[in-house]
């Protein structure tokens, strides 16, 4: 209760509202939640999978093993048919017929496990996918404001001098302070050029064709991912097209396809309208577009917590059956449009 008075009621209702979903979400089986939820479809999403700690990316969420990937992957297949990016666009394209319930799995931010640890993975047990890339960090150019911001958290912990007030900054730096993070590692002595080098965090563009060749698709995530709900439709679509241009030249992919970085949220439907993608994709969950037919929401598959890949899906779609039982598992973007305009 101490909670409920310091925060207020409604999040104290609404946190003890998702435990108890939780509860009865883990006393049936995957089975009944998929289809109370109706999950024909299904998009989970990762990131990183790593059987070590990595310092630019543990303090933002827990790092999948492999042995944990392949159990969720395997869980996965047992109960959707994994299809590829150009099966996806056909469905999509063909007004989204019934089908046999089906999955397309995707990867952000192209981590060099994309390449060292998934792929093998995928190749093994027959998993087609998609990687969404930003040309900024190809080849380790530079590293992304979030994995520097958890580079210096990592170096503060390790040094035991991270103060909690550091941690709250670091965590609220957003795209436009990358050169206060740069100028706070280089303060503490953490060298970023030299973690690019040594650790190369990223895809380099020949992985990035290897992976190609393997017959996996690549996609867009914005040039160096920028929260887009901060930015101008202009930037929107600036950042969205430098980096498909880029792709284009490195790949010549035949599937216009791109995911935000982030979140779509607050995304309005001018900038759907106007960056001409065959196919884009966000990561709220399951739950689909009023408006968009050609974008797809995912699921994150890395919680905060860790949890075996059974009680996350039980939990998703039993959150999923829920919100459509609710009336509100659509997202409405015509809100956005009209409040930004
Ligand atoms: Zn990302």
């Keep these: 209760m101490y909670y409920a008075q310091r925060q207020g009621l409604g999040p104290w209702i609404k946190n003890n509202m998702k435990k108890g ?3 009865l979400a883990q006393a049936f089986s995957l089975s009944f939640w998929q289809e109370k939820a109706k999950v024909a479809a299904f998009f989970p999403f990762y990131h990183a999978v790593e059987a070590e700690p990595q310092p630019h990316i543990s303090p933002l969420y827990p790092l999948i093993s492999p042995q944990q990937f392949e159990a969720e992957l395997k869980l996965i297949l047992a109960h959707f048919e994994p299809i590829d990016l150009g099966e996806l666009l056909a469905w999509v394209e063909a007004g989204r017929p019934a089908r046999k319930p089906f999955f397309h799995l995707s990867f952000d931010d ?3 496990s994309c390449y060292h640890v998934i792929a093998p993975i995928l190749l093994r047990l027959g998993v087609p996918a998609t990687f969404f890339i930003n040309g900024a960090f190809i080849d380790n150019k530079r590293l992304m404001f979030r994995h520097l911001a958890a580079l210096i958290y990592s170096h503060l912990a390790a040094q035991k001098v991270l103060a909690p007030k550091d941690a709250k900054l670091l965590f609220s730096a957003g795209h436009a302070q990358e050169a206060e993070l740069l ?3 280089d303060r503490i002595g953490c060298s970023v050029p030299d973690f690019l080098v040594q650790k190369q965090p990223y895809l380099k563009l020949e992985e990035l064709r290897a992976l190609q060749t393997m017959g996996f698709s690549i996609g867009g995530h914005s040039w160096d991912h920028p929260l887009y709900k901060k930015l101008s439709l202009e930037e929107q679509l600036l950042q969205t097209e430098k980096n498909q241009q880029q792709l284009a030249l490195w790949l010549r992919q035949p599937i216009r396809a791109f995911a935000f970085p982030f979140t779509d949220h607050e995304v309005g439907l001018d ?7 065959d196919l884009s994709f966000g990561g709220a969950g399951i739950k689909e577009e009023m408006q968009l037919g050609r974008h797809i929401q995912r699921f994150p598959m890395e919680e905060m ?7 996350k899906l039980k939990s998703a779609f039993a959150y999923g059956s829920l919100l459509r039982s609710l009336g509100k598992s659509k997202i409405d973007r015509r809100k ?3 409040r930004l305009s």
């Design 21 to 23: 979903l939780d509860q």
């Design 110 to 112: 192209g981590l060099s």
């Design 183 to 185: 100028a706070w590692a």
């Design 271 to 277: 900038f759907f309208d106007r960056s001409n993608l």
């Design 305 to 311: 917590r860790i949890r075996s890949g059974e009680q």
């Design 336 to 338: 956005t449009a009209r």
